[in-house]
């Protein structure tokens, strides 16, 4: 039995390492993938885990399912394609870490995964199914993911979704307004950033864009406020919660590190979605937010999870 599964992108985040000798950009290979993050994070804190998706039968995609291995997560729904490459990242840094991204992805291994490649027995053993947006921007990979969360809906899976927007892997903003919301009826936990509000909402206020995604089917909402921390709503109120404040050397993770913590929080609950009150939502918040503030302390994603006990030295502090 797993506490999560997630199905979605597992790439390389090339991320800035700075300069070499004669002038030129450096980049550091790192193991990336917003769902991948978000299961690694999980395995930090204590939670078995699986992941389902598609590589390249190449270096990258290799390393990739070696990774998640050494991390411990399942891979038994991981496809490695001949005929495909292992989607890549570029990652630059401004001062502040805040990012930029440039992917090669025409077409990348991750959209090529198909309906009849999921391993639906792994899904089926998991207490909750996550998904994000990007295995929803091309097909075969959006009927997969369609095709994955009714497999999750109908085994009696808790869904979550994080929409996690990357304008410059749409065809248009329209588009991914349309296929990003399309979802959400059938989500029961659900994260999304600031940013993110009007796009899933229409509103840019965190607090009112929480409400709205509320009557649309999910019955827990997190939005990520960066450094603020986050705010949490279900349907018996709303709460923000602050997050702890970190020298940031890199924001790549961020939210997926966040998300992690809230699941594993969740899970440990015991409790169905439609039972998780305002109180316990802001508690997996907390667990949530010293996750993040430990990621952006290093550089990369997966090599920035920080293991159990650090986060529990930091909530104690």
């Known amino acids: 039995m797993f506490s999560v599964s997630a199905l979605g992108e597992l790439l390389i985040d090339f991320t800035d390492a700075g300069t070499s000798a004669s002038g030129q950009r450096l980049f550091e290979r790192n193991a990336g993938g917003a769902p991948a993050n978000v299961l690694v994070a999980l395995e930090k804190l204590g939670h078995k885990t699986a992941f389902l998706g598609k590589v390249g039968q190449d270096m990258h995609g290799e390393f990739l399912r070696a990774t998640l291995e050494e991390q411990g997560i399942d891979t ?3 496809i490695s394609d001949p005929d495909a490459f292992t989607t890549l990242a570029f990652v630059a840094l401004s001062a502040d870490g805040e990012r930029e991204f440039s992917f090669a992805r025409k077409p990348g291994a991750d959209t090529r995964i198909t309906e009849g490649e ?20 091309d097909e075969p990979a959006r009927s997969a993911t369609l095709a994955a969360l009714a497999c999750a809906r109908e085994a009696g899976c808790t869904l979550s979704y994080d929409p996690n927007y990357r304008a410059n892997l749409w065809p248009s903003r329209e588009a991914a307004v349309e296929q990003m919301r399309a979802v959400v009826p059938q989500m029961d936990l659900m994260k999304l950033s600031d940013e993110e509000c009007e796009l899933l909402t229409g ?12 009557t649309h089917g999910p019955k827990v909402v ?18 923000e919660v602050p997050g702890f404040p970190a020298d940031a ?33 802001a508690g997996f918040a907390r667990l949530g937010n010293a996750v993040a503030s430990l990621c952006v302390r290093k550089r990369g994603a997966i090599p920035a999870m920080p293991e159990r006990s650090d986060v529990e030295a930091l909530l104690a502090e």
Request: hydrophobic residues 50%.
């Open 118 to 137: 999921l391993a639906r027995d792994v899904i089926a053993a998991s207490k909750v199914f996550h998904v994000g947006s990007l295995s929803l921007t």
């Open 222 to 239: 997190a939005v990520t406020l960066g450094a603020g921390g986050a705010y949490v709503r279900t349907a018996d109120g709303g709460v």
């Open 76 to 78: 038994t729904g991981l």
């Open 203 to 214: 509103e840019k206020d965190p607090k009112a864009a929480a409400a709205a995604l509320l």
């Open 249 to 281: 050397v890199d924001a790549t993770g961020a939210g997926d590190s966040f998300w992690g913590g809230f699941l594993a929080g969740f899970c440990e609950s015991g409790k169905a979605a439609d039972e998780v009150t305002v109180e316990d939502a």
